[in-house]
């Protein structure tokens, strides 16, 4: 099931997302997505949401990213469900996470 969780992981990974420089890390056979979603499934492994983020900001070559830390909290606190929900649901993550960068991008 789709929750406010999965909305609230993927706010986090957008900001990360906007940070990349995506023409060096994609390729024809990589969109996007596909090289998110492997760096996410990679990330997912450490023990909480906070190593997690460092992981995967390290892994798509960015220091750091825009921090939302009361959502960094949020998730924090449920750390168990939002692990589980990284490993489980990683492919909807990254794509959601994508479409969320773009909206954000689009506001601004």
Do not use: F
Not at 35 to 53: G, N, Q, Y
Not at 92 to 104: C, G, T, V
């Amino acid at each position: 099931m789709i929750s406010d969780q999965h909305e609230q992981i993927s706010i986090v990974i957008a900001e990360i997302y906007r940070k990349v420089d995506w023409k060096k890390m994609t390729s024809i056979k990589r969109s996007a997505v596909d090289v998110l979603t492997d760096r996410i499934r990679v990330a997912s492994k450490e023990p909480d949401i906070l190593r997690a983020h460092d992981k995967l900001c390290a892994s798509l070559h960015i220091p750091t990213s825009k921090i939302n830390t009361d959502l960094i909290e949020i998730l924090y606190q449920d750390n168990d469900n939002t692990m589980r929900i990284l490993r489980k649901h990683t492919g909807y993550i990254a794509a959601l996470s994508q479409k969320k960068a773009k909206e954000i991008k689009n506001e601004n």
